[in-house]
T-cell receptor, first 117, second 111 residues
């Protein structure tokens, strides 16, 4: 299975600032996704990171707030822009490996825990 | 849009007892997956069920997929402290790959 590294693992941020989270995978993967998990809540899909093109956002999430890059098949970034305390969450990178495209089994990074003051 | 619901939200179990958590989708699923998230950790894949009525076992865990492919259950026997965590069901609707996650069942164990 893919090994996924996320940075930073945690951060405390000031209101109004932006933070970029990096996701590095040790192998080429078919698809990369970004999820948000608010405290004590389930996982909500933010967007699908598309290689070489604009990400596909889910309802309620917009590019201006959560710009995403995916320059190649092993790396993606998620930026949380103009942060407010409501953005305090765990942000998780997840991947679909080529062999799992038909099953949908996801592998998750360790997550980035953001606290916005 | 698709909604996946799980009950109960919290399960407090005496060590050694059995319990079941249930998952229901508003739409037919192409498959159902279960993930476990330990406190402070990230979700880890446990199992996938694909066929209508399918039952799979992993040691003390029994997973079932409903006949209509809209519901699932996870039954744990002889609960141990290592079973502590949140169990999520998730499924993509037919002809899709994106997973919708249930709210999760958070399990605590009394020794």
């Amino acid at each position: 299975s893919a090994v996924i590294s996320q940075k930073p693992s945690r951060d405390i941020c000031q209101r109004g600032t932006s933070l970029t989270i990096q996701c590095q995978v040790d192998s080429q993967v078919t698809m990369m996704f970004w999820y948000r998990q608010q405290p004590g809540q389930s996982l909500t899909l933010i967007a699908t990171a598309n290689q070489g093109s604009e990400a596909t956002y889910e309802s309620g999430f917009v590019i201006d707030k959560f710009p995403i890059s995916r320059p190649n098949l092993t790396f993606s970034t998620l930026t949380v822009s103009n942060m407010s305390p409501e953005d305090s969450s765990i942000y998780l990178c997840s991947v679909l490996e080529p062999g799992q495209i038909n099953t949908g089994e996801l592998f998750f990074g360790e997550g980035s825990r953001l606290t916005v003051l | 849009g698709q909604q996946v619901m799980q009950i109960p939200q919290y399960q407090h179990v005496q060590e050694g007892e059995d319990f079941t958590t249930y998952c229901n989708s508003s739409t037919t699923l192409s498959n159902i997956q279960w993930y476990k998230q330990r406190p402070g950790g990230h979700p880890v894949f446990l199992i996938q069920l694909v066929k209508s009525g399918e039952v799979k076992k992993q040691k003390r865990l029994t997973f079932q997929f409903g006949e209509a492919k809209k519901n699932s259950s996870l039954h744990i026997t002889a609960t141990q402290t290592t079973d502590v965590g949140t169990y999520f069901c998730a499924g993509p609707p037919a002809n899709d790959y994106k997973l919708s996650f249930g709210a999760g069942t958070t399990v605590t164990v009394r020794a």
